[in-house]
């Protein structure tokens, strides 16, 4: 983790007393293999590899440490999902690559870029929010779209721009969408906060 998102990290969980919990980093890369690489055959002898072509054209490769799945597809590209930080993908990555070496699969490449798609993030605010009231407060910015015929959370978009998308509940759970950096969350969360705050929602019994 870099200082910045250090930093960020500090600033909102001194001001929120609550912690946001990265569930899912999805990202994906590209492997250059001379030829083809043989998705039945690996999946025979790398540890963890599954291959069900009828079911999808991907090699399947579940580590446990870290926890990511791997799909590897014949032309090279890799998805990787279940990770807990961006470290957690490529430690995984490297994992495979030394796997698949041994069967004297080699990639080419010199370096491997590994980019972030999106990440899946939870942040249980500690509130019940009146989302009523944030309709109220956001809609001046139109970056809220709330129907609760239709969905139980309101979706909220950040006013300054950016790509996080945060679903709330009433409860004050909440679950942050397509985010490509952790610097992009934690910014995002406490540009929403104060909103959050402004409209919490008193329990009466």
């Known amino acids: 983790m870099s200082d910045d998102v250090s930093e960020l990290q500090r600033k909102f969980e001194s001001r929120t007393s609550t912690r ?7 990202a994906k890369t590209k492997l250059d293999f001379p030829e083809a690489p043989n998705l039945s055959e690996l999946a025979k002898v790398i540890r963890g590899a599954r291959y069900m072509p009828q079911r999808f054209p991907a090699m ?12 590897l597809f014949s032309n090279g590209r890799m998805l990787m999902t279940g990770a ?17 070496r041994r069967f004297n699969c080699n990639p080419t490449n010199n370096s491997i870029d590994i980019e ?14 009146d989302l009523y009231a944030l309709e109220t407060e956001l809609t001046p910015f139109n ?6 015929d239709v ?17 709330v509940y009433r409860s004050g759970k909440t679950i942050a969408l397509s985010c490509k950096t952790q610097k992009e969350v934690y910014e ?18």
């Open 84 to 100: 807990k930080s961006e470290k957690d993908n490529d430690i995984a990555v490297r994992k495979l690559l030394r796997a698949l």
């Open 151 to 167: 969905n139980a959370a309101a979706k909220v978009m950040i006013p300054s721009g950016g790509n996080a998308k945060i679903r």
């Open 116 to 129: 972030i798609v999106h990440m899946v993030v939870q942040c249980d605010l500690g509130f019940p929010i």
């Open 143 to 148: 970056c809220i779209d709330y129907r609760p």
């Open 188 to 205: 995002s969360y406490l540009t929403m906060y104060p909103f959050f705050a402004a409209c919490r929602q008193e329990l009466t019994e």
């Open 20 to 26: 946001i919990r990265i569930c899912n980093v999805v």
């Open 60 to 71: 399947y490769v579940r580590f446990s440490n870290p926890s990511v799945t791997l799909s």
